[in-house]
């Protein structure tokens, strides 16, 4: 098959995306596909006027060298030449419509937020994981909990608009502990669990500078467990001990920073009851192929639902490859079935 697999793009996310999209390709490579591999923000490099030579290209080193820091966006966006405002760079679009099909590598907002999925649904090109519908609610954290919070236990929330106005106000009456969420975060970047006045109004200013919109959790003491979707079944969950702190950006992409137990040793009932309610979620907000749901499980096995990634990390050091691996299947067939999942999805209109 011919397989153009989009990565990094204008996300915070976008060094986590150019490691999954090398392993991505290298995997399908490995397996006879022809893999074109290609940054969606800038896309086709200057003097690459054919876009077929990258089916055949080396994966640029720049994206393997790629540092696990977030990285700043706007040195990003001024380091593309010209000043167009997209965030498709030259070329993609017309690379992506001869494919077979374009795998999403792309994780956090400008990719697994429903927009290049609804731009490839107009040029008639499928894509891997969700469509474009559900990958949007997924991506917002107060519409994903206000659909399901009737069918699993969610942690109690509010979600406010924090502004230059009322942030005094909020840092007054906000009941601590309280996790401080962007509303459409990924990869824990502006989450903060809040336990002085001082933190919450550090935490408040910082999700301000990420939009406003944002989600005030109440915290939830327990066991950090997260369980892969793959086609329409649990796989088996995972737990996180971070080594310090809670599961934030540092330990989720510092190698060995934290301990992750695949199977997770919990008790059989606990570990249906968390595959079951992500089961649940996955399904009512029509998500397709695979995700992956983040929950905190409390002493009595009490399934905090926390949110659900539509593309999660497939970074050497990512969850669901782990998932996925003690049930057979390694990384390459994990990368194909998603590919064969998906086409049957998009052809189910899903
Ligand atoms: N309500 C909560 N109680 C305790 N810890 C939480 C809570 N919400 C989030 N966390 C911690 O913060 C991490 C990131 O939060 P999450 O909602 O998964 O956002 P992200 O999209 O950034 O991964 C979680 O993996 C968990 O370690
Ligand atoms: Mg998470």
Redesign the pocket.
Known sequence: MKIVVLAGGLSPERNVSLSSGTMVCQALRDRGHQVALVDLFYGLEEGVSDGEALYHAPIPEAFKRVSREAPNLEQVRASRKGNSPSAIGPGVLELCAGADVVYLALHGACGEDGRIQAALDLLGVPYTGSGYLGSAIAMD?DLTKRLVSHLVVT?KWETVTVTPDNLEKLVRTTVRPV?V?PIA???????Y?AHTEQELRAALAESMELGGRTVL??????R?I?VAILNGKALPSIE?I?KKG???YENKYQPGAALEVCPAEIPAEWEKAVGDAALRVFQTLGLAVYARA?F?VTEDGTP?F??I?TLPGMTPTSLVPQEAAVVGIDYGTLCETIIQASLEARKGGL
């Open positions: 954290k942690p996790v969420k975060s990924g990869s824990s970047i502006g989450v669990i959790e109440q915290y939830i003491q327990g950090e997260q996180i971070p809670f599961y934030d983040d905190i905090y926390l949110e990634n």
